[in-house]
């Protein structure tokens, strides 16, 4: 495999909406960003993957953009976005673009011109079918934010398609002209400096509207070539992919290296297990072994070919400590462990904003506190359909995108520092125990475990290149695994569980002699014939 620079980057996802307010307004912003870019420094990412700053109405936080080529104003200025550029830069930090293309914001100019008249140039951008004979729309499909996937356009008397929400139409991704566009405005940020770009949800842009196939339609690969070569081809960027819908078996012909498509996609295999039957608002407890069969099927089949993607949490998933850990008694182990676990596999691991202090969810008492769309669309549609309020509100508090959009925890002043006037959304009331300036005046704390993972994923190419083994393969509570390249081998060991073990180990593994790379407790000496852990206990030791 040809080695890449984002082999062994670590990236750090910020929702610039949530991270640090500079102007008060209430609404974090690119100056807030510039202003912390020393403390991710200290963290040592290399890579900011940015989620959208473009011109938006804000229906869904900034996925819903209506230009392309400027900076929303809320969050500052084109100025403002070259300065957080040339800030970056000058820590070796890069700037990855959240790319939203599957859709555009209904005030987009291609939308206003193509909702304007049936002969419109622009009326093709989007997707536009005629009503049944009694009216309704021309399908059942849904949207992934609730309700039909079509919408009533009265001037023009048609229907057209949106995946996400009514304010989101999907772009007609089988006419070139809409592939000129975007190709273009991808050219124009890449020679603006840009390290990259996450593509949202791309997997539905070769969809087959009139089959009703929306995910892994049968252009979709074909598009991405296309991509690729008009664009980032040859300009050693990152290009991360979001799939829901990938297996091992479709994610390396995304991203194995002779495909020309992307560097590598998130696949969400491990995080929809808690979700019954694919619905996020009846949430089911973990089952560690699934987990485990699910995260050691990826390190297997991509281990030659394509290349992985690490990540516990985004902007649109529940904080890792709540949902994975323990969120109170266990904090602080509970976090550390789960990102032992993370950074030693194999891929590019993602940390998302406040992750590295142990943020956790949020239960606000009503529903009114929460802002995300999604919620609200599917608290509408699952309480119409006859679901409680009070199921509906323990769905939210486990599920609810909020989760990880309320501000970042910067101090114990108020509003936490991430502004003095009014945050856009509460903030969790935990942030005076948990905020970034008591993170970095204790040693011990989260913050400088996720430091020293990221310097020996940069210390050791074992942890970047090497072989993956899964041990305890049969264990409820424990994931364990080797790693080995060259003859250097890591072992690392997870307690998922809030127990104490006592584990038989197996005999090659015992030793005397090691080197322990980090831990949750106490340093490791030697491996004997029982191993003892405590609570959400995680070491990794160079055997
Ligand atoms: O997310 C795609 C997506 O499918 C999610 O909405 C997902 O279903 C849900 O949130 C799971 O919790 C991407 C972005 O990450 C998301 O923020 C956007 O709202 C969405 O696309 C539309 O652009
Ligand atoms: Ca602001």
Redo the contacts with the bound molecule.
Sequence with gaps: MEQKWWHDAVVYQIYPRSFLDSNNDGIGDLNGIISKLDYLKLLGINVIWL?PVYQSPMD??G??ISDYQAIAEEFGSMEDMKRLMDEAKKRDIKIVM?L?V??TSDEHRWFEQARSSKDNPYRDYYIWRDAKPDGSAPDDQQS??GGSAWQWDEQTEQYYFH???KR?PDLNWENPKVQEEVHQMMNWWIDLGIGGFRL??IDLIGKEIDKGITGNGPRLHSLLKQMNQATFGNKDLLTVG?T?GATPEIAKLYSAQDRDELSMVFQ?EH?TLTWENGD?WNPIPLDLREFKNVLTKWQVELADDGWNSLFWN????PRLVSKYGDDKKYRVESAKMLATCLHFLKGTPYIYQGEEIGMTNVAFDTLEQYK???THNFYKVKTEAGVTHEHMMGAIHE?S?DNARTPMHWDNKPNGGFTEGTPWIELNPNFPEINVESALSDPNSIFFHYQKLIELRKAHPVIVYGSFTPVFEEHDQVFAYVRELDGEKLFVVCNFSNDNLTLDMPEQYQTQTLDCLINNYQTITELSAKLELAPYESFAVKL
């Excluded at 985004?314 to 998933?317: E, G, T």
């Design positions: 989620s869904d936080n996925y819903d959240d939203v599957n859709h992934i934010f995946l996400f929400s989101q949202d949800v979001e829901w969400f995080i996020k985004n902007h649109d998933l995300d769309i999604e599920n995108r």
